[in-house]
Nanobody, 116 residues
Framework: QVQLVESGGGLVQPGGSLRLSCAASGFFFSNYAMSWYRQAPGKERELVAFITSAGGNTNYADSVKGRFTISRDNAKKMVYLQMNSLKAEDTAVYYC?????????WGQGTQVTVSS
């Protein structure tokens, strides 16, 4: 079955960096686009970054452009989110996401807290 397992979250000071990882299994990883979403307390889940199956195209929410970078390693079945210049408003649970055929799959999420 499809599994997505995130890691790399934690507490970081404003201006700091974190790298999130998502390990995928149970589907033909290199065939599918991958995304990172986040959900802050009291807010709706929002798309943060998107990468196509071969990694040739990416897209970002306006709020993270120039600070976050999504990447993937198809050989390792991993997708990453490098987050730089973190701000307090980046505090959220971050989720890895894939749509395989008709179904949506989410990881369990990893907490990112930006605070001094």
């Amino acid at each position: 079955q499809v599994q997505l397992v995130e890691s790399g979250g934690g507490l970081v000071q404003p201006g700091g960096s974190l790298r999130l990882s998502c390990a995928a299994s149970g589907f033909f990883f290199s065939n599918y686009a991958m995304s990172w979403y986040r959900q802050a307390p009291g807010k709706e889940r929002e798309l943060v970054a998107f990468i196509t199956s071969a990694g040739g195209n990416t897209n970002y929410a306006d709020s993270v452009k120039g600070r976050f970078t999504i990447s993937r390693d198809n050989a390792k079945k991993m997708v990453y989110l490098q987050m730089n210049s973190l701000k307090a408003e980046d505090t959220a649970v971050y989720y890895c996401y894939v749509k395989v055929r008709f179904w949506d799959y989410w990881g369990q999420g990893t907490q990112v807290t930006v605070s001094s």
